[in-house]
């Protein structure tokens, strides 16, 4: 049995030529690795953007949630990692499929190995501005208010958000080279206090990278299914960087 880890779904983005192909593309995917998955961790970004209301969700992701709740019923443990796009996922989700929420890092033993697992987006060192936004996304009074305005203002306010701060091609660069920094300074600094770490895994960068931190340790960046559709797959000796075709 293996554990999978894949992120940066992004699903219902508005930069999709086709919503639902993307969707029934990540489902194919859940469906093809139902048989020898033990653990699904989803490292955030999933949806490209979620509010769930008192008494109602956002129309979509059938399909998807479909499946994960199918997942969930023959036994196999879903993790779902916060991301910066995906941030407000209260109890709907994990009460109605069945899944496990993190907001944040989780460390865990898998077979024997150590691994440190988080969206990235919060780790490091962070520009003053994004420090002021996330913490005004996880503000509650602001989250309250935000829930007072109606959806038909508030979804389409946020997918114009999304269009523009995120593109296909992903980050300049130059914002390339400076977020590997980023995580790669956390990652090193973190694994001086806890050298049993082997592994951490982020996502959120839209890169796909594999680094040797130490002989026994590696940091992995997962990539995005925008255009890449790549994921983690650990068989209980061997990690493997993945694409779907």
Request: proline share 4%; hydrophobic share 40%.
């Amino acid at each position: 049995m293996k554990a999978y880890f894949l992120s940066d779904l992004h699903l219902g983005a508005p930069y999709f030529p086709d919503s639902r192909q993307a969707e029934r593309r990540v489902v194919d995917f859940l469906d093809s690795i139902k048989d020898d998955a033990h653990t699904i961790y989803l490292l955030g970004d999933i949806l490209d953007y979620w509010y769930e209301y008192r008494y109602v969700v956002p129309r979509g992701f059938v399909r998807f949630f479909g499946k994960l709740a199918e997942l969930a019923d023959s036994g196999v443990r879903i993790v779902w990692f916060i991301g910066n796009h995906d941030i407000w996922i209260f109890d709907y989700l994990p009460s109605e499929l069945g899944i496990e929420v993190v907001d944040g890092s989780l460390v865990e033993e898998i077979d024997g190995h150590w691994f440190f697992m988080t969206h990235g987006d919060g780790i490091g060192r962070l520009k003053p501005s994004f420090k002021v936004l996330r913490k005004l996304f996880r503000s509650k009074w602001c989250q309250k208010a935000f829930a007072a305005i109606h959806p038909r203002w508030t979804v389409p306010f946020a997918y114009n958000w999304s269009r523009h701060s995120r593109k296909i091609e992903g980050p300049s660069d130059a914002d390339a080279r400076r977020m590997m920094e980023n995580i790669t300074a956390f990652s090193r600094e973190y694994l001086e206090k806890h050298p049993e770490i082997n592994f951490f895994v982020y996502g959120h960068l839209h890169l796909l990278e594999d680094i040797n931190l130490t002989p026994t340790c590696r940091m992995i960046v997962l990539g995005e299914w925008i255009a890449t559709m790549s994921y983690g797959v650990w068989d209980g000796k061997e990690f493997r960087l993945e694409k779907y075709q």
